[in-house]
């Protein structure tokens, strides 16, 4: 089993930056893509971003492409969500997600195991 523990979450003023993380107890992270995904109040589940095993392939979300990227280090066990140019729509309960395979992907459905998640709050 797998487990994924996510930090960094807070309350940030629009246009303000923040950085999650997410660790894992994996013993072979690096044969896990990972991913990002975000839970707004009344909303559905949505892909944020994802990433290969290497690093080498990212995904984003066309909502947030240019302002967040989506990084790792395999050596840490941790995979990084750098989130910059904040807006209000961007409040929700953020989750980490490991795939076992490779590549990257984009639906929920493809991913195997997930953290508790963290809130971010970004007040206008």
């Known amino acids: 089993q797998v487990q994924l523990v996510e930090s960094g979450g807070g309350l940030v003023q629009a246009g303000g930056s923040l950085r999650l993380s997410c660790g894992t107890s994996?013993?072979?992270?690096?044969?896990?893509?990972m991913g990002w995904f975000r839970q707004a109040p009344g909303k559905e589940r949505e892909f944020v971003a994802a990433?290969?095993?290497?690093?080498?392939?990212?995904y984003y979300a066309d909502n947030v492409k240019g302002r967040f990227t989506i990084s790792r280090d395999n050596a840490k066990n941790t995979v990084y969500l750098q989130m910059n140019s904040l807006k209000p729509e961007d409040t929700a309960v953020y989750y980490c997600a490991a795939r076992r395979y490779l590549a990257p992907a984009s639906r929920g459905s493809e991913y195997d195991y997930w953290g508790q998640g963290t809130q971010v709050t970004v007040s206008s």
């Open positions: 990433i290969s095993w290497s690093g080498g392939t990212t």
């Open positions: 994996a013993r072979s992270f690096s044969s896990y893509a």
